[in-house]
DNA sequence: GCTATCAAAAATGTATACATTGTCTTTGAC
DNA sequence: GTCAAAGACAATGTATACATTTTTGATAGC
């Protein structure tokens, strides 16, 4: 597993075409339960079945896609039972990666990588509007936050799995948008005991403060879901989303 | 991702492939770090590149080894600290899940098999003995016991990524037999609080007591794992497991 | 003796042909 | 008209040839 930097152009066509497909599955040009023929997707992407092949068996293996014997990948369904339990098993991870960071202490180098995050939260916040380029700002602070504290814990498998939790669709960090500016600012604060407990060497705390923090997000999503036309809003940007 | 059962056969060369590495990567076929070379795999498994290639990239995806774009798989080095965490990791998440689970309530199927899994066991430790066949017949009542629990909690994610802690060498459920018959006795009474818990609809108590429950294992192995001697007996018995 | 460079060898990446399996349609019997 | 069996079609599984990249080792220069 264990991804290498996104930003690094791909080697092998099989790498792009991961990024390619991933970018089409997220973007909802594929219907649930519908099937992703090898043949015709050599067509459109412009390479052969090996590639394909190999990025369809990624995909699968990051739990996008479904794979049956002989009878080749289709598009998984993502309930919102689902989607809800993808956020119960990220604050638990979370939860736990902030326990093992405070144990553990952090580096001079991460330390200031989350002063910052914690400074560029507090100017974001303090200029608050409704564009796209500043809610984009916040959501680079957000997982700079965040993954500088899984990369402390000091556990790949841990690292991976924050990542697969991330995998499922609506799920992403970038899902700020869709709350309101009361509970962003109330989830910056936390931010800053979390990082408070994480220098304490406070454990326990920064453990259960952590927990909350992203359980704290699934109730915002699961409350957003129960207005009829939320629900739609949101399936709407995930389908849109390129 | 997402497992068939796997006392069915495999229907195409690939998944043979697959149990057939993931066999020798776990008897310690391979040292750490050491290159699996595509084409001298192809000569010992009697099958050609293609399904040694996509079993190389499934067992990577599970953690087992290391890929490289150009530079192929390798084996992976895993330190006592990443097994020590995979516990961690597989502690907050069989909490979870028994909290999940405890919160949904049993059907009277997976009721039943967890009942039959108690009396299994309390007559297994009633005859205790040290046989390999004794141990063995511990060992699948024990995983029988949470397997039903993970499924119970209904989500796919989470039976996936305990499926991953697992897959780590040496931090496999069968691994009890490395450990004293106190402490065995002491953990399927454990079983026994945790089946109260859910059956009690107590959320929060079977989370606790599962996490604890887990964690007891991660310190039973710490604890082993300082006298030297002890060390070389566990390592002993991964190299050699077939 | 060490390092750098370049060529040969070997390994992985990719395309494609062929094999096998699954699916769908057609045909036949009841 | 319905169902079942057989065959044609299409999709996935596998092998292999070729392309590209990495690795190795030998040679030249310092």
């Known amino acids: ?25 997220l973007a909802g040009e594929f ?4 099937r992703l023929h090898e043949v015709r997707l050599t067509g459109r992407l412009g390479v052969s079945r090996t590639p394909v092949r190999a990025a ?16 080749g990948y289709t598009m998984r369904e993502f309930s919102v039972g689902e989607v809800v339990s993808a956020y119960e098993v990220r604050a638990v ?8 960071t405070a144990e553990r202490g952090l ?5 200031a990588v989350m002063v910052q995050a914690l400074h560029d939260g507090d100017d974001l916040l303090q200029h608050w509007q409704f564009s796209d380029e500043h809610r984009s700002a916040y959501g680079r602070m957000n997982a700079s936050f965040h993954e500088t504290i899984h990369a402390a814990a000091g556990s790949r498998l841990l690292t991976d799995m924050v990542f ?5 669709p609506v799920s992403s960090p970038r899902n700020v948008v869709a709350f309101e500016e009361k509970d962003v600012r109330r989830r910056h604060d936390d931010h800053h005991r979390i990082f408070e407990a994480i220098i304490g060497r406070e454990p ?6 952590m927990r909350d923090h992203v359980t704290s997000v699934k109730s ?7 207005s009829p036309d939320a629900v739609r809003r949101l399936l709407d940007r995930v389908q849109a989303r390129s």
């Open 1 to 25: 597993m264990s991804r290498q930097r996104s930003d690094e152009p791909s080697s092998t066509r099989y790498e792009a075409v991961v990024e390619k497909l991933r970018a089409a599955v």
């Open 31 to 34: 219907a649930p339960g519908e």
């Open 56 to 71: 369809l068996q990624k995909l699968a293996s990051e739990g996008l896609l479904d794979y049956t014997p002989n009878r």
């Open 93 to 100: 991870l979370e939860g736990l990666a902030a326990r093992l």
């Open 107 to 111: 580096s001079e180098h991460d330390r």
């Open 164 to 168: 697969l939790c991330q995998q499922v």
């Open 204 to 209: 326990w705390r920064a453990e259960v403060l």
């Open 220 to 226: 915002s999503l699961v409350r957003s879901l129960s």
